[in-house]
């Protein structure tokens, strides 16, 4: 799209670009869905299926009312480190934001523990429950 910027008479050439994808696609082959990804164990596809669902990633997370140094709340991540924002409590109107490492458990202020890791290492754990 070209127009003139009124009154001063400069030309603006705008672009408007979205990239859209509506299925992942992993080593040339489509993904029917989220669980097809899991059962290949293609961590990047499932990261990029939930992200395209959620893409601000904001939606939330019920924690455990206690979490310890070795149960903590299991973040997974197919990055080495993530930012990630914790609440406290649940009438707060700030949001605590820290990064996490993969493996190394973290402690927020108001007490609650998380550690990032593998997709693999998050489904054994959430299988266990």
């Not at 899991?38 to 990261?47: I, L, P, Q, S, T």
């Not at 707060?92 to 550690?115: L, Q, R």
């Amino acid at each position: 799209m070209v127009g003139k910027v009124a009154g001063l008479g400069l030309d603006i050439v705008s672009k408007f670009i979205r990239n859209f994808s509506s299925k992942a696609t992993s080593g040339g082959k489509e993904l029917k869905c989220l669980t097809d990804a899991v059962k290949n164990g293609d961590y990047m596809a499932v990261e990029k299926i939930i992200v395209e669902q959620d893409p601000y990633e904001v939606r939330r997370v019920t924690m455990p009312s206690v979490t310890t140094r070795e149960e903590p709340n299991m973040i997974a991540s197919t990055s080495d480190s993530r930012l990630i924002g914790c609440l406290c409590e649940p009438e707060a109107d700030v949001i605590n934001w820290m990064e996490i490492s993969k493996g190394k458990p973290t402690k927020c202020y108001c007490g609650h523990w998380f550690k990032l890791v593998d997709f693999e290492d998050y489904l054994a754990s959430s299988n266990k429950s």
